[in-house]
């Protein structure tokens, strides 16, 4: 019984409560003189604390505490309570009930204020104020009350230098990450991830079943399971990640239990609800068959002006379909969470589970997760220490699927077909079943029947685990071995029933697929931490790893089933045998790394870190790349000169860096001559023949990054008020680039290292305890301006064109090319301006576009000009937190300025060619009797022209979130028998102010385009959400 | 445990794995050209791969539409119809086209591509050890190889005139200068030459091998070949060879030219295979010219491939001609509302009554390259010009063409000029929409296609546009290169 008699107050709770009872009971010990014995140790490091100070709260009595950490004083009566601390520290305080029969352990965890706080560096860890290089921090506190799928999605706003834009509103969607601006134009430009010492890349593995947005693999990872994430930045920190660190690193540690802590359990629920925050303004029955009768007339007006309908049945029309309407819901997300974590002396474990749910606000969409954790890791000898971090997770989504048209199965994207299909078309036909197709010429499926008919789902597992061990060598010599893998299996099912447009040419259509990515790790560091005298320290790194990706995919399909019964569970009864595909593909990376940091005085830091990357991906002649790095910081505020200013600044700190970072990622095999294999046909069977698909480049190796940094940190009034600073230059050479060559060669492309990007950058970071007290306010703010350009392309060009966006030397990526819009043709002006309209037969009311090449006539091809740009001119994020007893309260606004958009969705809509739904605007469009001088006429056929019309202000401000939470007072909760209770309220996307005039201005097309950045084009919205959870400790 | 062995454990662990990865590349899930090409199965796949560029994927290739909206609407019997949106396809209708025109640069893209895998094919098929390839196989393969490669270039040199000779893979030279006109010919006249002594009869080759290129494939484009060079005399022996082999004949039927069961028969020379609903590629060419569904409810044809009325093409069909009926459609029953509607001619030479629910992009009509009904004619017309005036060979060559298809002979006692404008006027007719019109009207010279071209109302057409310019993308890319002298600014 003896253990139940001391136990700690560190978590004081129900048992706490019962030991007392029990100290009460057998009461023996409390009376004369006790001695009280224990050591104070560092929660992080298990290590003693020598300095630090103890005394019998509220009095005056206290002990020194040894070398070893250990103190022992006399106390003259039980219960007392003992406090701890040191400078640094937290102060902590444990009741001590019972004459301890072992000496007690107090642990003090660092108060993190700015500069001391810990931040995970590649292959280890630093306190702040040690680095050299520019790493931001997002504590667990900003993440926790956005019920986002994956952590990506929690990350905008939060930190200076990271531009977060949303591919897709789906749940378990995907999002695009930018650190310091994009550097490569057709290699990836998303940061690496390192999650528990494990880096990978947030690639997609898909077998092609599925349509829709891909889900994004990092929605496996429970974003509730994440202590910390720190985002490297500069060379400096980001160079220990050789050739895959050109594009920033984001580390994410997930929850660790605390030693000599015990147990904690608690459980989080939130439920949430979610909306669109806009509907876009379309015509409505009465209005759209009205342009439908003039783009008829317009066409063939002997047929006369009612070929649609008659006037008499167009006033009966009314408002018809809103297929938003139809489509959109308000759908609810919830999530629960149950942790158990603590730690004995000489063990931790932080063990959860979670269920995440969340319906899309499309209708038939969602993402499910189940996730389990364990994080443990336990000092099994005085010199080894070993740990497993394990998690597993099953995660499903229901995906808005793609639309079938006259030409692809899937052609449009579901949000595109959903705005064009015309209101007077109907969800359901006279009998009953599905309208199949927009009636009109411009054949796609009823996007309604598609979505809540065509099951397209994806499933998918994730075991990410490592297991490491740290030998203790000798005194500050470590060897430590990690061995990991994540082992992912991805099935997709597609099935198309026969009585929807898209599987009405085929009775039914049903694949499945597999993808099963799979990667082992093994890394082998060796750590010496030195010091030599009271003034020199240093930390040496050397390391070996490893490490290898293989992945195959499988998918299987049959068509022209007997009934829709069942699905895609039994292909064989198909009748019809859709050909099979498989691929594999296998990578590996070899690497050597070294990093040495010394610091003089508490002064003078410097630190240098050299990686070798050998990479299969490259030439024969290519292979291992040398990424070296340094960096230095002075702090400035510790020289004796600087006494005099302490009073106005209490810490100042600058920094400087410059290194050398890698980018590797093409793909594999981009090096070889490979061969693809095509069909063709003799005595009409299919036969195969295999074509060279490229030419070999055995010199192919990285995108190489130079990074100059140079940053200060500043702390004013004792601290509340910090300042961070960075300027960055960033110049990224050896392009991976499809270097266009003549095709007399055979090919159009060679992937060739040619070409380079600059970026350059300020980033500012503002942390201010405004009021401290009672009442506490803290406002934090980061503001991050990138300039990105173009320096050097291909052979003989200066620009090239990719769709709606040029690619020109001394123009940022991302900048869009197209034509310039200059009013509309009047009548009489035909015969002048009629060459201005691109029309074969130009008519008053067509559209006219400025000549750009100034040769007396408008052709799309000819007369483009540069018409916006995706680069934003800063971005910025503002937290606010008040803090008054329990209650507190935070906004955090986040916005984007100077940023342009291309709204495609809009350019469909102004088509007005009556074959589908249109604007708004239509209702302004030039007619006769009313000549409009922006919008043009009804017009069945139009050319569709990419213009500054279609380019809008994609400036935005948005209260990202604001949430309210109350932490109960601790005496209520103990006298229920908690250790804690939380309840809050929180809500995303609640306000924004913004002219862009689609669904949501933080939006962007596709995936890792850096290129073709900023266009919106059938992206499904992002939702406004509120959200009420409970957090219970026991 | 013992402590020291649990530290041998995990040290042995990090030493053992120390040389797990290997950084060699061996794609498992791709063939690589170094260890590809060792044996007659390589080497057929290796030919296959060529064929392959004539139709490659679904959107507009070469004898997939792309030749019709690249070249034939720069002719009096097409232009670019009211759903042709590309603007550079009306540039061609209406002889606006330039350097930068998008279709002309695709038709030496393909062309081209066609090429190198020709190239690739000849070089590394004459590696492969004799152990590993029959002498009959690594003969017909190269000879399949320099067919297509020819018919490549003869495509190239009719539209470009002197384009840039690449014989063999690259890398060799990534930046080839133009070669003349006459060494791009003296190339191809090599080629088929080879070819037709490499490649076997029709009937050697088994009939799981139909569609392949035969010696008499070979021989039929040379005929071709120095007819465009007016080498009367040489197109006139090769034409009389072939006829003389008597491996072709004309089917009964005209419409049996066109009908999915007798594909691959006795009057096809060489033709372009497809088929539709097979996970292979259906000729689109149906659809492109099919009517749209303002003309007939629920058919909804692209409509981009358009008569030009005023080249008077349909008017100068007789009624009893029995091709018009296989040629054109002026009336059809909607599938959607089952009334019957009559419109202006289409062209409806690839429709596939068999394509169920797609009729226009998935037929499985192939698409002649030479047929002999107009090696018939070539025979005809090398006679006139040889002879400078018609023998009664060249009568009956041109009236067997004529009886087939219902009309009467010719009537005799023609000059050599007026026989010329009769076997033109029958190739127009017989061989509408199969790619011919502007090479027959380009190799007549400038002149001819300029009045022509005037006459059918196509005012812009210029004595420059007998060829086409050089891609723009190609004179910026390859400092070698020269534009052709009609097209330099």
Same mark, same amino acid.
């Given at each position: ?30 009376? #004369?003189? /006790? @001695?009280?014995?224990? !050591?104070?140790?560092? $929660?992080?490091? =298990? ?6 100070? *103890? ?117 378990? #969607?995907? /999002? @695009?990450?930018?650190? !310091?601006?994009?550097? $490569?134009?057709? =290699? ?6 390192? *999650? ?839 | ?489």
């Amino acid at each position: 019984m003896a253990n139940l008699l001391h136990f700690a107050g560190i978590g004081k709770s129900a048992p706490a409560i019962l030991s007392l009872f029990f100290a009460l009971l057998c009461g023996a010990a409390a009376f #004369g003189q /006790v @001695s009280v014995t224990g !050591r104070v140790l560092d $929660s992080r490091t =298990g290590e003693a604390l020598i300095g630090a100070s *103890v005394k019998v709260a509220g009095s005056a009595q206290g002990a020194v505490v040894g070398a070893d950490g250990s103190f022992t004083f006399i106390v003259a009566a039980l219960p007392v309570s003992i406090e701890a601390s040191l400078l640094g520290y937290r102060t902590q305080e444990l009741d001590v009930y019972e004459a301890p029969a072992q000496p007690l352990a107090i642990y003090l965890s660092e108060d993190l204020n700015f500069l001391n706080e810990v931040v995970v560096v590649g292959y280890g860890t630093q306190k702040r104020k040690e680095l050299t290089g520019s790493i931001s921090s997002i504590s667990t506190e900003s993440l926790r009350q956005i019920p986002a799928s994956s952590v990506d999605n929690a990350l905008q706003g939060n930190t200076a230098g990271v531009q977060v834009s949303q591919e897709s509103g789906q749940p378990g #969607g995907r /999002v @695009s990450i930018r650190i !310091r601006g994009g550097s $490569s134009i057709q =290699g990836g430009n998303e940061p690496l991830y390192v *999650v528990d010492g494990f880096p990978f890349y947030n690639n997609v593995y898909s077998a092609g079943v599925v349509s829709g947005s891909s889900v994004n693999p990092l929605a496996s990872i429970n974003p509730a399971d994440i202590e910390s994430i720190d985002i490297l930045k500069d060379a400096a920190a980001t160079a220990i990640y050789g050739s895959r660190g050109a594009n920033g690193v984001i580390i994410i540690t997930t929850k660790k239990g605390k030693s000599g802590e015990r147990a904690q359990v608690t459980y989080d629920v939130s439920v949430g609800l979610q909306r669109l925050a806009k509907k876009i303004d379309l015509l409505n029955a009465h209005d759209f068959a009205i342009l439908r009768n003039d783009a008829l007339y317009d066409a063939y007006p002997d047929r006369g002006k009612y070929q649609y309908l008659p006037q008499s049945e167009i006033d009966r029309l009314g408002d018809g379909t809103d297929w938003q309407d139809e489509a959109f819901r308000t759908a609810l997300v919830q999530n629960h969470q149950l942790t158990v974590a603590g730690g004995s002396a000489k063990a931790r474990y932080a063990i959860s589970g979670s269920y995440f749910g969340q319906d899309g606000i499309v209708r038939n969409t969602d993402f499910k997760r189940l996730s389990l954790r364990a994080n443990v890791d336990a000092q099994v000898y005085d010199r080894l220490k070993v740990g497993l971090n394990l998690a597993v997770s099953r995660s499903e989504a229901r995906v808005a699927p793609g639309v079938g048209t006259a030409t692809s199965a899937w052609g449009n994207s579901f949000i595109s077909s959903l705005l064009i299909m015309p209101p007077t078309a109907t969800v359901y036909d006279a009998d009953g079943g599905y309208t199949l197709q927009n009636p009109f010429e411009n054949i796609f499926a009823n996007p309604i029947a598609s979505l809540l008919e065509q099951d397209n789902r994806t499933r998918s597992y994730l075991a990410l685990g490592s297991a490491f061990a740290e030998y203790a060598l000798a005194k500050g010599l470590t060897v430590k071995v990690l061995a990991g893998a994540t082992v992912n299996s991805n099935k997709e099912y597609s099935y198309v029933p026969g009585y929807i447009y898209e599987g009405s040419f085929s009775d039914g259509k049903a694949s499945v697929g597999v993808a099963d990515p799979y990667s082992w790790l093994n890394e082998n560091t060796l750590t010496y931490e030195t010091g030599i005298g009271e003034k020199h320290f240093f930390n040496f790194l050397a390391g070996f790893t490893q490490q290898q990706l293989k992945s195959e995919s499988l998918s299987a399909g049959a068509s022209n089933f007997v009934n829709d019964y069942l699905a895609y569970n039994n292909l064989q009864s198909g009748a019809v045998i859709l050909t099979p595909s498989s691929d594999a593909e296998t990578s590996a990376l070899l690497s050597w790394l070294g990093r040495m940091s010394y610091h003089y005085g508490n002064r003078y830091y410097f630190s240098v870190s050299l990686r070798g990357d050998g990479s299969s991906r490259f030439g024969k002649d290519r292979k291992w790349g040398t990424f070296p790095s340094a960096g230095v910081s002075w702090a400035v505020s510790n020289e004796d000169f600087f006494a005099p200013a302490k009073a106005a600044v209490d810490d100042l700190k600058v920094r400087l860096s410059y290194g050398k970072t890698g980018n590797q990622e093409i793909g594999s095999y981009q090096s070889l001559s490979t061969l693809a294999p095509v069909s063709y046909l003799f005595g009409n069977s299919l036969v195969t023949g295999f074509l060279p698909e490229r030419l070999p480049n055995k010199d192919l190796g990285w995108e190489t990054t130079y990074q100059a940094d140079l940053g200060f940190d500043a702390g004013f009034f004792k601290n509340r008020l910090s300042l961070t600073v960075d300027a960055y230059y960033k110049r990224t050479v050896d392009l991976l680039l499809d270097v266009q060559i003549p095709w007399t060669t055979g090919y159009s492309s060679s992937l060739q290292n040619y070409g380079s990007v600059e970026n350059r950058g300020l980033e500012v970071t503002v942390n201010s305890h405004n009021i401290k007290g009672v009442v506490s306010w803290h406002t934090g703010v980061n503001l991050s301006l990138n300039r990105n350009k173009v320096l050097e392309i291909g052979n003989s060009a200066d620009a090239y064109i990719s769709g709606s966006y040029l690619v020109k030397v001394g123009e940022p990526l991302g900048t869009f090319y197209g034509c310039v819009t200059d009013g509309i043709l009047q009548s009489g002006e035909e015969a002048v301006k009629g060459v201005f309209t691109g029309n074969a037969t130009p008519k008053a009311g067509d559209r006219l576009y400025r000549d750009v090449s100034g040769n007396g006539s408008f052709t799309t091809a000819e007369d483009r000009a540069i018409i916006g740009s995706a680069q934003p001119d800063f971005i910025f994020g503002i937290t606010n937190t008040l803090e008054y007893k329990g209650f507190l309260l935070s906004f955090l606004w986040q916005g984007s300025a100077g940023n342009e958009i291309i709204n495609a969705n809009r350019q469909s809509l102004e088509l007005f060619n009556g074959q589908q739904n249109a604007a708004a605007s239509a209702q302004d469009r030039w007619t006769p009797d009313r000549p409009s001088a922006t919008i043009p006429r009804a017009k069945l056929d139009p050319a569709p022209v990419f213009s500054d019309r279609f380019v809008e202000d994609g400036s935005f401000i948005r209260l990202k979130t604001a949430s309210l939470s109350y932490t109960l007072p601790r005496r209520a909760v103990k006298s229920i028998g908690l250790g804690n209770a939380k309840i809050y309220l929180s809500g995303q996307n609640l306000l924004t102010f913004t002219r862009y005039s689609g669904f949501d201005p933080e939006v962007t097309s596709g995936s890792n385009a850096t290129v073709q950045r900023g266009a919106d084009a059938g992206v499904y919205p992002i939702a406004r959400n509120v959200n009420a959870g409970v957090s219970i400790t026991f | 445990m013992k402590k020291s062995t649990l530290y041998s454990i995990i040290l042995g662990a990090a030493i053992s794995l120390s040389s797990c990865v290997d950084l060699e590349e061996a794609p498992e899930s791709k063939q690589s050209a170094d260890n590809f090409y060792q044996n007659g199965e390589d080497a057929i796949s290796a030919v296959n791969a060529i064929y392959r560029g004539l139709n490659e994927g679904t959107g507009q290739s070469l004898y997939n539409s792309l030749m019709q909206i690249g070249t034939e609407m720069a002719t009096d019997d097409y232009e670019a119809g009211p759903r042709a949106r590309n603007p550079h396809v009306r540039a061609i209708s209406g002889l606006t086209h330039d350097a930068s025109n998008d279709r002309m640069q695709e038709l030496w893209r393909q062309s081209y591509g066609i090429v190198n895998r020709a190239n690739v094919a000849i070089d590394r098929i004459a590696l492969i050890g004799p152990d590993n390839i029959s002498d009959a196989l690594r003969r017909r393969t190269t000879g399949e190889a320099k067919f297509l490669r020819a018919l490549a270039y003869f495509n190239l040199a009719r539209w470009f005139g002197g384009v840039p000779l690449a014989l063999h893979e690259t890398p060799e030279a990534l930046y080839v200068a133009n070669a003349t006109e006459a060494e791009v010919y003296a190339q191809i006249i090599a080629d088929l030459s080879d070819a037709e002594s490499l490649l076997p009869a029709p009937a050697e080759y088994g009939e799981q091998d139909a569609g392949r290129a035969t010696a008499g494939a070979a021989k039929s484009l040379l005929a071709k070949v120095y007819l465009t060079q007016k080498d009367w005399e040489n197109a006139r022996k090769k034409s009389r060879e072939v006829i003389d082999l008597q491996w072709y004949g004309l089917f009964e039927d005209f419409a049996d030219v066109f009908n999915v069961a007798t594909k691959n028969g006795k009057e096809h020379i060489f033709s372009v295979q497809f088929k539709g609903y097979a996970n292979f590629v259906g000729n689109c060419m149906a659809g492109r010219s099919a009517p749209t569904s303002d003309e007939v409810p629920g058919v909804n044809g692209d409509y981009a491939d358009a008569l030009h009325a005023e080249g008077g093409l349909y008017s100068s069909f007789g009624d009893r001609d029995r091709r018009k009926a296989v040629t054109f459609v002026t009336e059809m029953v909607s599938p959607a509302d089952g009334q019957r509607y009559t419109f202006i001619p289409h062209i409806h030479k690839y429709y596939d009554p068999a394509a169920v629910g797609d009729q226009y992009n998935s037929s499985s009509k192939n698409l002649p390259v030479i047929r002999y009904a107009e090696l018939l004619l070539i025979y005809a017309e090398a006679l006139n010009e040889e002879h400078n005036g018609p023998t009664q060979e060249a009568y009956d060559a041109i009236d067997t063409v004529r009886t087939r298809a219902g009309i009467p002979k010719l009537e005799q006692n023609l000059s050599a000029d007026q026989f010329r404008d009769s076997v033109f006027q029958e190739r127009r007719k017989e061989l509408v929409f199969e790619y011919q019109r502007w090479f027959d009207l380009s190799r007549r010279g400038a002149g001819y296609y300029v009045a022509t071209l005037h006459a059918a109302g196509k005012t812009a057409a210029a004595p420059r546009h007998v060829k086409f310019p050089i891609p723009q993308r190609e004179l910026d890319l390859n400092p070698s290169l020269k534009q052709n002298p009609e097209w330099r600014k």
